[in-house]
């Protein structure tokens, strides 16, 4: 239905309290406090910073990152409830900075559904319609083909206070949808929901994006929402975009230290390691073990031109092998999930988490055991210490 571009987008939030006018003209000779998660200028609170990225017509996005991270200010300005402070933001080749929410045909689904208490289901998905004078029966007809899509039809009469928060989550959704709108934004709508009703809401959006044609911009803090709902995903850290790309793409190929501990579950190892280069070949080399990287890696840190150094090496639990030789372990903790073992040990002087399928398991771990884990050449990740960017890019 609608393109969307975001061209250098930053947000502001200016001073405005007497307290914050305190804070700015303290004293030269007080110790400057740290911020966590906001940028403090002479303007103001920065949220978001330099934030470009094109989407294309019905394509999925997610804005992922934890909490402070700037991606529900962003979806708002996109929906025209933050005032853009600087930058373009383009809706169907057309620049809509100062254009009202009204008028920019996108809908809006939001964490706490947002349902009128007093009217029922039908009422609630026809609202917006009736204000814009849409006749009765295209009303009808529209409520009614939104309601069969996300099964909600038997629910028409009721009102909210008798409905599920998977139901009422429902109803917000095909609120949005009966207007059909350009560009749908959902700000963490699954997050008030438990664990099985988020992962059957999961797969109902993905059904429904297969049903409207209509660009999708969605924000979560839960990487696995991101995963499984995303075509591409925006990660973000203090305002800043971080890395864009496919979810297979972020997986495989974290642009840093932030994107590699924050994409994945359990999360990546960590250890402190070394990067060796002998002509063409390089090997990383972590408590007494070696191991040559995988051609396509070796490639890429040439091109970079690449010396050896010290390094981060980043390695997923369901990357790493129990093993007769390779890096020596003590088990801390082994916590059976069904298919698999979490063995979480202390290695190098870190806590390590290895994957072990039941399967391959030729005895328990007790609490205090050695093991030894490797990894191959092709799962291992190469981060700058100075700068924590992934050195193949």
């Given amino acids: 239905m609608a393109t969307v571009q975001l061209k250098n987008i930053k947000k502001v939030y200016p001073y405005v309290s007497g307290e914050e006018k305190k804070k700015k003209r303290k004293s030269a000779d007080e110790p400057e406090k740290k911020k966590v998660n906001l940028q403090i200028t002479d303007e103001g609170v920065v949220a978001v910073q330099q934030f470009s990225l094109d989407i294309a017509d019905k394509e999925f996005i997610v804005l992922v990152g934890p909490s402070g991270c700037g991606k529900s200010t962003t979806l708002r300005m996109v929906a025209g409830l933050e005032e853009i402070t600087d930058g ?39 609202f917006s319609l009736k204000l814009k004078h849409v ?59 438990d664990a099985k009703l988020r992962n059957e ?9 297969q049903r409207i044609d209509t660009t999708f ?39 840093n230290l932030f994107v590699a501990g924050f994409i994945g579950m359990p999360v990546m190892n960590f250890f402190d390691a070394e990067l060796i280069r002998e002509g063409s070949q390089y090997f990383v080399e972590v408590g007494g073990y070696r191991q040559e990287l995988a051609p396509e890696k070796e490639e890429r840190l040439l091109n970079n031109n690449v010396q050896s150094q010290p390094i981060t090496l980043g390695v997923r639990p369901e990357h790493t092998d129990v ?58 990740h190469v981060f700058s210490k100075e700068t924590d960017k992934n050195l193949e890019f």
Avoid at 115 to 126: D, K, Q, R, S
Avoid at 343 to 372: C, S, W
Wanted: charged letters at 25%.
């Fill in 88 to 126: 373009e933001l383009i809706i169907d080749g057309k620049m809509v900075n100062d254009v009202p929410p009204k008028d920019r045909d996108i809908a809006m689904v939001f964490q706490n559904y947002a349902l009128y208490p007093h009217m029922t289901v039908y009422e609630n998905m026809a």
């Fill in 135 to 193: 006749p009765k029966d295209e009303i009808d007809k529209k409520v009614r083909e939104a309601a069969e899509i996300l099964d909600i039809t038997q629910y028409l009469e009721r009102k909210p206070k008798a409905l599920s928060g998977g139901q009422r989550q429902r109803v917000a959704i095909g609120r949005a949808i009966v207007r059909a709108p350009k560009v749908m934004l959902m700000d963490e709508p699954l997050s008030n929901l």
């Fill in 201 to 209: 809401m999961r797969a109902e959006i993905i059904k429904l994006r």
């Fill in 217 to 255: 911009i969605y924000v979560t803090h839960d990487q696995t929402e991101a995963m499984t709902l995303g075509d591409r995903i925006v990660i973000m850290r203090d305002g800043y975009i971080q890395q864009i790309g496919t979810p297979q793409e972020v997986f495989n190929h974290p642009a």
């Fill in 323 to 380: 093993s007769d030789t390779g890096v020596a372990a003590r088990v801390d903790v082994a916590e059976m999930m069904g298919s698999s073992v979490h063995l979480h040990v202390n290695a190098e002087g870190r806590d390590v988490i290895i994957i072990v399928p039941t399967i391959d398991m030729k005895g328990n771990y007790e609490m205090g055991d050695t093991v030894h884990f490797s990894f191959a050449g092709k799962v291992a």
